[in-house]
């Protein structure tokens, strides 16, 4: 068996009626290699004029990087370094949080135009050595994401290296992440190249080794051997993994080797010694009562 466990996403409610599917964490398995958080995002059509509750008010991060990518649609990003960019489809927006940034994530074109909006979020942690590096955002388009195409299955180097490829975004460990797109009846393998490998089926129905893998599942590979992944429909799949950081504690959005780091992270949001995003400065997402430091008695 090559497999270790399915994972089928959870729906999870951002606010405002902003509803994406959760993989990562999970109870049986909170992190594949550094990746400790995977929101699969959509799909769904917002028409012109749509509320701005539904966009991500400028919130903090601390000890990971962000990666945001997109099938289809549109996202405005805005930061406390002074970056706005928007992300389109293939492309990459990596954000390295390390000692802490705030951002904001807005759907501007979608107001004005409509969009069908579908993509995906993912956390990658920081190594203990890089946990607190200067906060650091990249924008990653054409060469820096290398493509490949052969027998039914392209794909596209989102992060990391894999397969001979080397992709341009930033990283601070060994890792790898994919898209594929696959055509019925066509093959992948994924290689032993890391010590943590998981797929997401986006779209489609796969076989994994005689195991039948549908839209919205997560399968984390067993270690230790190749393990072959066929399309039984049209598929879009996202392949990630790579080596382990050591343990992770996640609180809201703050992610950290160390549980007193997240708690002076919480105290700095709720006591807003955090610079907020530059050019969205009139609003931002108060720290939730779960991640509250406890009052002193």
Same mark, same amino acid.
């Given at each position: 068996?090559?497999?270790?466990?399915?994972?089928?996403?959870?729906?999870?409610?951002?606010?405002?009626?902003?509803?994406?599917?959760?993989?990562?964490?999970?109870?049986?398995?909170?992190?594949?290699?550094?990746?400790?958080?995977?929101?699969?995002?959509?799909? #769904? !059509?917002?028409?012109?004029? /749509?509320?701005?509750?539904? !966009?991500?008010?400028?919130?903090?991060?601390?000890?990971?990087?962000?990666?945001?990518?997109?099938?289809?649609?549109?996202?405005?990003?805005?930061? %406390?370094?002074?970056?706005?960019?928007? /992300?389109?489809?293939?492309?990459?927006?990596? #954000?390295?949080?390390?000692?802490?940034?705030?951002?904001?994530?807005?759907?501007?074109?979608?107001?004005?135009?409509?969009?069908?909006?579908?993509?995906?979020?993912?956390?990658?942690?920081?190594?203990?050595?890089?946990? +607190?590096?200067?906060?650091?955002?990249?924008?990653?388009?054409?060469?820096?994401?290398?493509?490949?195409?052969?027998?039914?299955?392209?794909?596209?180097?989102?992060?990391?290296? #894999?397969?001979?490829?080397?992709?341009?975004?930033?990283?601070? &460990?060994?890792?790898?992440?994919?898209?594929?797109?696959?055509?019925?009846?066509?093959?992948?393998?994924?290689?032993?190249?890391?010590?943590?490998?998981?797929?997401?089926?986006?779209?489609?129905?796969?076989?994994?080794?005689?195991? +039948?893998? @549908?839209?919205?599942?997560?399968?984390?590979?067993?270690?230790?051997?190749?393990? !072959?992944?066929?399309? /039984?429909? @049209?598929?879009?799949?996202?392949?990630?993994?790579?080596?382990?950081?050591?343990?992770?504690?996640?609180?809201?959005?703050?992610? %950290? &080797? &160390?549980?007193?780091?997240?708690?002076?992270?919480?105290?700095?949001?709720?006591?807003?010694?955090?610079?907020?995003?530059?050019?969205?400065?009139? +609003?931002?997402?108060?720290?939730?009562?779960?991640?509250?430091?406890? %009052?002193?008695?």
């Amino acid at each position: 068996m090559s497999v270790d466990l399915i994972i089928d996403k959870r729906i999870h409610d951002l606010g405002g009626g902003f509803q994406v599917g959760r993989l990562l964490p999970y109870r049986a398995r909170r992190m594949v290699g550094p990746f400790v958080f995977f929101d699969h995002m959509g799909p #769904m !059509d917002l028409a012109p004029g /749509i509320s701005k509750s539904l !966009d991500v008010r400028p919130h903090p991060h601390i000890g990971l990087s962000t990666v945001t990518y997109l099938y289809d649609g549109a996202m405005t990003h805005r930061d %406390s370094l002074g970056f706005k960019m928007e /992300i389109r489809p293939g492309e990459v927006n990596w #954000m390295t949080a390390g000692k802490g940034i705030t951002h904001s994530e807005r759907f501007e074109r979608a107001r004005l135009e409509g969009a069908h909006m579908h993509g995906i979020q993912a956390w990658v942690a920081l190594p203990n050595e890089a946990e +607190e590096v200067d906060p650091r955002f990249t924008h990653h388009v054409g060469h820096d994401l290398p493509t490949w195409s052969e027998m039914g299955v392209k794909g596209r180097l989102i992060a990391g290296e #894999m397969d001979g490829l080397k992709a341009g975004v930033p990283t601070h &460990s060994p890792l790898f992440y994919q898209h594929l797109e696959m055509i019925p009846g066509a093959k992948h393998t994924v290689s032993t190249a890391y010590t943590e490998r998981a797929l997401y089926v986006v779209r489609g129905h796969l076989d994994i080794n005689g195991l +039948e893998l @549908e839209a919205g599942q997560m399968a984390v590979l067993k270690a230790g051997s190749p393990v !072959d992944i066929r399309a /039984i429909a @049209e598929s879009t799949v996202m392949v990630l993994g790579g080596e382990p950081v050591g343990e992770r504690f996640l609180l809201w959005n703050f992610v %950290s &080797s &160390s549980k007193d780091r997240l708690a002076q992270a919480a105290e700095d949001w709720r006591q807003q010694r955090m610079k907020l995003p530059v050019g969205d400065e009139l +609003e931002f997402i108060p720290l939730p009562d779960s991640a509250m430091p406890p %009052s002193k008695t």
